[in-house]
């Protein structure tokens, strides 16, 4: 069965920092791109990052750009978001998900994590 | 970066209603375009991608349709386990990739 696991989040503190980690199993994961989406309580979801195969291509929705950084062990299965300089409006549930796409680019994601809450508040 | 326009923001419905949702894209995206549903306390679930290729396992209740800027989600006849949140999302070119904001499926 293909799986996301995350783990990570919980109550920080504006300005501070939180390691997002996600474990895969089930698949080959060292094939997949994969990504991170994020949902404000009560709100939409909002791409945040993804990475290649590979990790030599990453990409970032701007407002987490600079303080965000999305890494990957293929060895160990995992996936994991570094968050730094924390603000209140990055409170959020955060999902990863495996990247799928057809020959000609179209990209979805599927399947995605449970999530895991992070708060950021004094 | 392309925004995605979903319409309505919510809709009430009954069993065996047929409901259409649509998502309207800022600039041309061909069919890079992708639906999910998302039930609460739940992550969201591949329904549709490509505009118009349904996810192995999900009922061909569900269809998509369109391409470059309108694209459209039909369910043909709604379902009680159908009712959740609805979200396009756009993957052409380069990221950042976008999120329609949502329609809200409710019982009516």
């Known amino acids: 069965e293909v799986q996301l696991v995350e783990s990570g989040g919980g109550l920080v503190q504006p300005g501070g920092s939180l390691r997002l980690s996600c474990a895969a199993s089930g698949f080959t994961f060292r094939n997949y791109w994969m990504t991170w989406v994020r949902q404000a309580p009560g709100k939409g979801l909002e791409w945040v990052a993804n990475i290649k195969q590979d990790g030599s291509e990453k990409y970032y929705v701007d407002s987490v750009k600079g303080r965000f950084a999305i890494s990957r062990d293929n060895a160990k299965n995992s996936l994991y978001l570094q968050m730094n300089n924390l603000r209140a409006e990055d409170t959020a549930i955060y999902y990863c998900a495996r990247e799928g796409s057809t020959v000609t680019g179209v990209d979805w994601f599927d399947p995605w994590g449970q999530g895991t809450l992070v708060t950021v508040s004094s | 970066d392309i925004q995605m326009t979903q319409s309505p923001s919510s809709l009430s419905a009954s069993v065996g209603d047929r409901v259409t949702i649509t998502c309207r894209a800022s600039?041309?995206?061909?069919?890079?375009l992708t639906w999910y549903q998302q039930k609460p306390g739940k992550a969201p679930e591949l329904l549709i991608y490509a505009a118009s290729s349904l996810q192995s396992g999900v009922p061909s209740r569900f269809s998509g349709s369109g391409s470059g800027t309108d694209f459209t989600l039909t369910i043909s006849s709604l379902q009680p386990e159908d009712f959740a949140t609805y979200y396009c999302?756009?993957?052409?070119?380069?990221?950042?990739?976008?999120f329609g904001q949502g329609t809200k499926v409710e019982i009516k």
């Open positions: 600039q041309s995206i061909s069919n890079y």
């Open positions: 999302q756009q993957s052409y070119s380069t990221p950042p990739y976008t």
